[in-house]
């Protein structure tokens, strides 16, 4: 009978109970240092604000007096950049999963367009900004107007929703969709009245991630040159415009110049933040109506 040292047991657990505790210290000052970075961050934004929100800077347009400048145009830029975006992104991002998890037979091009897909999630967002300057704003000679950037940002938080619809529809019981065939239903009627309903909490949740990056996004919309200038309000996808984000670092980078601006740069922020939340709010609350039903 072979006999165990419960000495080299015993030291063999406390080393490991001590690499616990020290793991997990790790995690907790990681954890607690970002926590404080983002804390220093939102009370110096919010404190530079402090005095600029009011009803004017709402209302007013871009002024170069910091006084009477307002972030009115930037704001219906931003709210017709994702009346582009929303559509586009969940058009194209959820009709290709489908094709993916549901058509496309299991292969070399399925694998091919699979991994192009992932590459695209981590190709930086300057990279989709010169993309979208060589074909929406000069081959298709759109210009900076609303619909190039839409696209644009489109193209930007793509991946994102085509790899969340997948994971979604991949979730959903096979059973679900051989009780469907079995009552005679169509490939496209199970998609349409089974999978997609079951997977549209999952949906949602790809299209809020996408949305809420494609709403901070500068870089893209700077290379299509964006401007920052007294531009009439957009009344149309065919119209020039700024958005929030480009609107923050033209004011970041002339608060060098004027102090002022780096006070409205912080209160554009602030506006921005609230923007993003209420549309994360209204989403979710979208989302989770639908995951009771189904």
């Given at each position: 009978?072979?006999?165990?040292?419960?000495?080299?047991?015993?030291?063999?657990?406390?080393?490991?109970?001590?690499?616990?505790?020290?793991?997990?210290?790790?995690?907790?000052?990681?954890?607690?240092?970002?926590?404080?970075?983002?804390?220093?961050?939102?009370?110096?934004?919010?404190?530079?604000?402090?005095?600029?929100?009011?009803?004017?800077?709402?209302?007013?347009?871009?002024?170069?007096?910091?006084?009477?400048?307002?972030?009115?145009?930037?704001?219906?830029?931003?709210?017709?950049?994702?009346?582009?975006?929303?559509?586009?992104?969940?058009?194209?991002?959820?009709?290709?999963?489908?094709?993916?998890?549901?058509?496309?037979?299991?292969?070399?091009?399925?694998?091919f367009i699979q991994t192009n897909i992932s590459n695209l999630a981590g190709v930086p967002s300057v990279v989709f900004g010169i993309l979208g300057l060589t074909i929406f704003a000069r081959a298709l000679g759109l210009g900076s107007v609303v619909l190039a950037g839409g696209l644009t940002m489109a193209l930007l938080v793509l991946p994102v929703v085509v790899v969340a619809s997948q994971e979604a529809i991949r979730a959903?019981?096979?059973?679900?969709?051989?009780?469907?065939?079995?009552?005679?239903?169509?490939?496209?009627?199970?998609?349409?009245?089974?999978?997609?309903?079951?997977?549209?909490?999952?949906?949602?949740?790809?299209?809020?991630?996408?949305?809420?990056?494609?709403?901070?996004?500068?870089?893209?919309?700077?290379?299509?040159?964006?401007?920052?200038?007294?531009?009439?309000?957009?009344?149309?996808?065919?119209?020039?415009?700024?958005?929030?984000?480009?609107?923050?670092?033209?004011?970041?980078?002339?608060?060098?110049?004027?102090?002022?601006?780096?006070?409205?740069?912080?209160?554009?922020?602030?506006?921005?933040?609230?923007?993003?939340?209420?549309?994360?709010?209204?989403?979710?609350?979208?989302?989770?109506?639908?995951?009771?039903?189904?």
């Amino acid at each position: 009978m072979k006999y165990i040292d419960t000495t080299v047991v015993e030291r063999k657990m406390g080393k490991r109970l001590l690499a616990n505790k020290i793991a997990r210290l790790v995690f907790l000052l990681a954890t607690f240092f970002g926590t404080a970075v983002l804390a220093v961050l939102i009370y110096r934004v919010v404190s530079d604000s402090m005095g600029w929100i009011d009803k004017d800077f709402l209302l007013n347009k871009l002024s170069t007096d910091p006084e009477r400048a307002g972030i009115l145009g930037a704001i219906y830029g931003t709210l017709w950049l994702m009346a582009v975006v929303a559509p586009a992104t969940m058009i194209l991002g959820v009709g290709t999963a489908i094709y993916l998890e549901e058509y496309a037979k299991k292969g070399k091009f399925q694998s091919f367009i699979q991994t192009n897909i992932s590459n695209l999630a981590g190709v930086p967002s300057v990279v989709f900004g010169i993309l979208g300057l060589t074909i929406f704003a000069r081959a298709l000679g759109l210009g900076s107007v609303v619909l190039a950037g839409g696209l644009t940002m489109a193209l930007l938080v793509l991946p994102v929703v085509v790899v969340a619809s997948q994971e979604a529809i991949r979730a959903v019981p096979q059973f679900l969709r051989e009780a469907s065939y079995g009552m005679g239903a169509t490939k496209w009627q199970t998609i349409k009245n089974v999978v997609l309903p079951a997977a549209l909490p999952g949906i949602l949740t790809g299209v809020i991630l996408a949305l809420s990056r494609a709403i901070g996004e500068t870089a893209p919309l700077v290379v299509i040159g964006i401007p920052a200038l007294l531009i009439p309000l957009p009344n149309g996808i065919l119209d020039k415009f700024t958005v929030l984000p480009v609107q923050i670092y033209y004011w970041t980078v002339d608060s060098a110049l004027t102090a002022e601006y780096a006070n409205l740069a912080a209160a554009t922020i602030v506006i921005l933040l609230i923007v993003l939340f209420a549309m994360n709010s209204i989403a979710i609350i979208i989302r989770n109506k639908f995951q009771k039903r189904f």
